[in-house]
């Protein structure tokens, strides 16, 4: 294969960890060799920087930028340094998801620190100091992203709302559970990932990225190889150059393990 990667860029959930949000030895140790061998390696996550912390936190990648909040915000660690953060007014999206589905959570995203929430999330889902304000407040002002959740609603639910609500002027991504980001349009993880390799001077083409939500697509279409973890959805596997094993399979390691 003609490829060789000057930079490998990698999401987190499902990818890195599972649920425990542990990251094993063995994808530690392979993570490890492809810093030893001088090439970058950044997190590209939907988590805002609190909670991609968790997982950084266990890894050894020195001082690199980070995408985070599907694309908006980008940050250098370490020390913590914002290096830029893209926003939208949250107001037209919020009184739209109310009117059209009044019991759905809503958080917006408070960079490096948390979020505001229109009521309390399920436990361990959102990091960081959590704020329960009033709907006025938590559309007050321009924000990276805003967070739709229900948790006793189904994924293809969520499919239907996003739908329905026929959102206009900015991005959104539907995870595996009733869960919707909503980001600034035209922002997602390949949008930054492309501001970072612009700042580093690497091309698209020599990134390597390995996702598997649907968040994924359009990082997986624009790095020279995007590959799909084995349990992604179909068209996330798709969409993907190759697809590994499942994160149960240790998929990561075994890609990563093709070139360090």
Not at 24 to 36: I, L, S
Not at 111 to 132: A, D, K, N
Not at 134 to 157: F, I, Q
Request: aromatic share 6%; hydrophobic share 45%.
């Amino acid at each position: 294969m003609d490829f060789s990667p000057r930079l490998v860029a990698l999401d987190v959930d499902g990818t890195l960890v599972d649920e425990s949000n542990i990251i094993t030895p063995e994808v530690r140790e392979a993570v490890d060799r492809a810093v030893a061998a001088g090439i970058p390696v950044i997190l590209s996550t939907g988590r805002a920087w609190a909670s991609a912390l968790t997982v950084i936190e266990q890894l050894d990648l020195g001082h690199v930028e980070h995408v985070c909040s599907n694309g908006a915000v980008t940050v250098r660690y370490p020390p913590f340094e914002v290096v830029d953060m893209l926003t939208f007014d949250p107001r037209p999206v919020v009184d739209r998801i109310v009117a059209e589905h009044p019991e759905a959570l809503l958080a917006v995203e408070v960079v490096g620190r948390g979020y505001r929430v229109s009521q309390e999330f399920p436990t361990g889902e959102l990091h960081g100091e959590i704020e329960v304000v009033d709907l006025d407040d938590l559309a007050g002002s321009d924000v990276t992203r805003v967070v739709v959740r229900d948790p006793n609603a189904s994924e293809e639910e969520f499919i239907e709302l996003a739908e329905r609500l026929g959102l206009e002027g900015v991005s959104y991504a539907i995870g595996y559970t009733a869960w919707l980001d909503i980001a600034p349009e035209g922002v997602d993880k390949a949008h930054g990932l492309d501001r970072v390799c612009r700042r580093l001077g690497v091309d698209a083409a020599d990134v390597l990225a390995v996702g598997d939500g649907r968040n994924d697509l359009e990082m997986l279409a624009w790095a020279g190889r995007g590959v799909a973890m084995g349990h992604a959805p179909l068209e996330v596997r798709e969409a993907a150059d190759a697809v590994t094993g499942t994160l149960e399979e240790q998929g990561l390691v075994a890609e990563l393990a093709r070139w360090f």
